[in-house]
C-alpha cells in the first residue's frame, strides 16, 4: 500500500469525523445563542371581559336618588328630619353620610342613614326602627323603603315592600330584587340596602 | 486523492458542518422555545409576552382601585358586601404569578360577577388558546361551589383554589421557579 495515498476506509472515516466535529461544535453554540435570545410567544393582551366582570359602575343602587328618598319620601311624605352627618364611620366605602330621623312626637328612634359619593351614587341605604317586633310603625317604615327604593322602577316596588313588610321581624334573612340585597336583622331591628355584586 | 488533498476535503467538510450545525442548532433550540409556556425574567420564570401592566390597566378601566408595591400590584374593587382583590406580581414587566381572592359574605352558589372575574384570571395566561382556557374553565367552574382546596397544573401552569369557604375564595396561579 503507498503511504502516500490514504485508504478508502480511512478517507471515510475522516470526513465522517469532520462532520461529527463541525456539526458538534457549531449546533452547541448555536442552541444556546437561540436559547438565550429568544423568549416564547405569548398572550399579547388579557382575555376578553364577560359583561358580568366587576364594574364600578356597579357600586351604586339603581335608579336611586338621595334627593329621592331624603326629600321626597322621609321628609315630603313622612316628615323625618334629613341632614348631612359628621360621623365619619361608613358602613360602605361612601364619602357622604344623610342621616334622617322621625320628628312627631311619642315615635322615637326611627333613623334612615343614607350612605353615598353624589345624589344618584348611593351605596348603602339603612332604616333602624326602635319599637318592639309586631310594631306596625317598623311595618310601615321598612315596605315603606322597599317602595321608596324602586321609585323609578315601579314593578319592582310592590314586591320589594311586600317582602319588606312581611319579614319585618325577620333575624338575619336576605333577599336580592332588581340588583339591590335587601337583609333584615332583628338583633338592631332594622332593615338594609345594597347593591347586590 | 493525496493525503494533502483529504486533509482540505475533511476542514471543509468541519467548516461547511460547523455553520449548518450552528444554523440548525438555532433554529431547533428557536422554534422550542417559542412555543414554551414559560419565559426567562431575570432569575424567574414568567407568563411569556404579556405584560403585568395590560392585566392592571385592564382592571383599572373596571374602576379597581391599584397600589404599587415592590413586587407588583395591588387591585381591589368593593361592591355591596363583595370584595374582588388581585394582586400581580412582575419581574422585568412580566407577570410571575398572580393571587386573587373574592370575599364576598354570602353563601350559596358564586355569583355571575365573581364567575366572571375568577375565569378572566384563570385564562390570563392562555387568552390566545381557547382550547386550555375551556380545560381551566372545566377545572374551575365546578370547583366554585365551595367545599374544599384544591390544586391543579394546566397548561404547565399551577394553580391553587382555596374554596373551603365559599364566602372567601381565592385563586393563586404561578408559573414556577427555577
Known sequence: ?197 | MTWRRLRFVALMVALVMLVAGGAGGYLLTRSERKTSYRASCGNLYCIPSLKASSVVDALQGRGFTCASKPSGSECELRIGNTTYRSRVSNKNGLIYSYDNSVNSHSAGEASASTKAFLVWLAALPFSDDPVLIEEINGWLLPRLGGGADVKATIGGYNYSLTALDQQYLRLAVSVGSR
Open chain 1, 1 to 197: 500500500m503507498n503511504p502516500r495515498k490514504p485508504g478508502g476506509a480511512v478517507t471515510i472515516l475522516l470526513i465522517l469525523g469532520a462532520v461529527i466535529v463541525g456539526g458538534v461544535l457549531g449546533g452547541g453554540p448555536g442552541a444556546v445563542a437561540a436559547y438565550l435570545t429568544t423568549q416564547p410567544d405569548g398572550p399579547t393582551a388579557p382575555p376578553v371581559m364577560l359583561p358580568e366582570f366587576p364594574d364600578a359602575a356597579r357600586r351604586y343602587l339603581p335608579d336611586l336618588t338621595v334627593a329621592g328618598l331624603a326629600d321626597d319620601w322621609l321628609e315630603k311624605a313622612n316628615g323625618y328630619k334629613c341632614s348631612p352627618s359628621d360621623i365619619t364611620t361608613r358602613r360602605s366605602q361612601a364619602k357622604n353620610l344623610m342621616s334622617c330621623t322621625t320628628t312627631e312626637a311619642g315615635l322615637s328612634s326611627m333613623d334612615v342613614d343614607i350612605e353615598y359619593d353624589g345624589d344618584a351614587q348611593i351605596q348603602y341605604v339603612s332604616v333602624r326602627c326602635g319599637h318592639k317586633p309586631g310594631s306596625n310603625y317598623c311595618k310601615t317604615l321598612f315596605a315603606g323603603l322597599g317602595d321608596a327604593l324602586f321609585f323609578r322602577r315601579r314593578e319592582l316596588a310592590k314586591q320589594a315592600a311586600e317582602w319588606a313588610g312581611k319579614n319585618v321581624d325577620g333575624d338575619n334573612i336576605n333577599t336580592s330584587i332588581g340588583g339591590v340585597r335587601l337583609s333584615v336583622d332583628l338583633g338592631s331591628h332594622s332593615i338594609t340596602a345594597i347593591p347586590d355584586a
